[in-house]
């Protein structure tokens, strides 16, 4: 039997990033790593797999953030160090568009617009889809294509995006984000 815990990480962890976390992994019956939110990232990988194990249910919403770092940054090192963890399994990457001078990207699977739309394109901080598709800019995303996740979802700027996924307002596209990789997992089925 899989005692693994099951978790969907996020590439962002400001104070609207940690509002909303908090907001749609209650919506969701799940659970959301506070402490792990911060611009940039404090905690370090092996003390988020302390917290994630301590967490009552899943699934676990943690938060990562580079705020802007060139390359890998501490919210990456802490991020992969997770990821790769034996006691973790990733459901999904909720990947997080930023405007970054160093144009850090990733591949994205699929992406939430500002509508609430799904599109094969990559999206900007506002949640517009690009002209890329399966690309997407932001600055803790560097390192997603080295890892063996099942789902990446990119969307804009988390709790953002001129107020439409504002948590007052529900966070429409983070929850939207989260349900997508829950259902894709197959988590519902089997919890």
Aim: net charge negative; glycine share 12%.
């Amino acid at each position: 039997m899989d005692e693994r815990r099951k978790v969907i990480l996020i590439t962002d962890g400001d104070e609207y990033a940690r509002r909303t976390a908090e907001h749609v992994a209650k919506d969701i019956g799940g659970r959301c790593i506070s402490m792990s939110h911060g611009n940039p990232s404090v905690l370090s990988g092996p003390d988020i797999v302390k917290m994630i194990k301590k967490a009552p249910n899943d699934p676990v919403l943690v938060m990562f953030d580079d705020s802007g770092y060139v390359g890998e940054g501490l919210g990456e090192t802490a991020l992969k160090y997770v990821a790769r963890h034996e006691d973790i399994e990733v459901l999904g990457v909720i990947a997080v568009a930023s405007k970054t001078r160093q144009a850090e990207w990733t591949h994205v699977d699929v992406c939430v617009d500002r509508y609430g739309e799904l599109t094969p394109y990559g999206v900007d901080k506002l949640g517009v889809p690009e002209m890329e598709i399966g690309k997407m800019n932001g600055d803790t995303v560097y390192c997603l294509d080295e890892l063996d996740v099942p789902l990446i979802v990119g969307i804009g700027d988390i709790g953002k995006m001129s107020r439409r996924d504002h948590y007052e307002k529900g966070s429409p596209i983070t929850k939207k984000a989260v349900e997508l990789i829950l259902e894709r997992s197959g988590f519902y089925g089997g919890n």
